[in-house]
């Protein structure tokens, strides 16, 4: 079992900076693969990045590439969102999400086995 927790979530204004954290419990989350979403009002949950259980392999979606950048400190059981260049239409509440190593796919919220409980972006204009 692994529980997440995000924070860093804020208001910011376009263009701004934010760095969100997802705390992990648990003494095997170094096995785990990572993953950011999001979730606009009234829209599906979207895939936003991806990070491997060594921090070597990392994925972002089309619309953050450039901008978000994601990272793991596991002796911190800790995983990053740097997200620079916000721009309004990244408001969302923002989930970490965890998976046992090992798999394939990784842009679908079924790909993943723990949630966290959100933390709420928003980017003024």
């Known amino acids: 079992q692994v529980q997440l927790v995000e924070s860093g979530g804020g208001l910011v204004q376009a263009g701004g900076s934010l760095r969100l954290s997802c705390a992990a419990s648990g003494r095997t989350f170094s096995t785990y693969d990572m993953g950011w979403f999001r979730q606009a009002p009234g829209k599906e949950r979207e895939f936003v990045a991806f990070?491997?259980?060594?921090?070597?392999?990392?994925i972002y979606a089309d619309s953050v590439k450039g901008r978000f950048t994601i990272s793991r400190d596991n002796a911190k059981n800790t995983v990053y969102l740097q997200m620079n260049s916000l721009k309004p239409e990244d408001t969302a509440v923002y989930y970490c999400?965890?998976?046992?190593?090992?798999?394939?796919?990784?842009?679908?919220?079924?790909?993943?086995?723990?949630w966290g409980q959100g933390t709420q972006v928003t980017v003024s204009s």
């Open positions: 999400a965890a998976r046992a190593y090992g798999r394939i796919l990784y842009r679908d919220p079924k790909d993943y086995d723990y």
């Open positions: 990070i491997s259980w060594s921090g070597g392999n990392t």
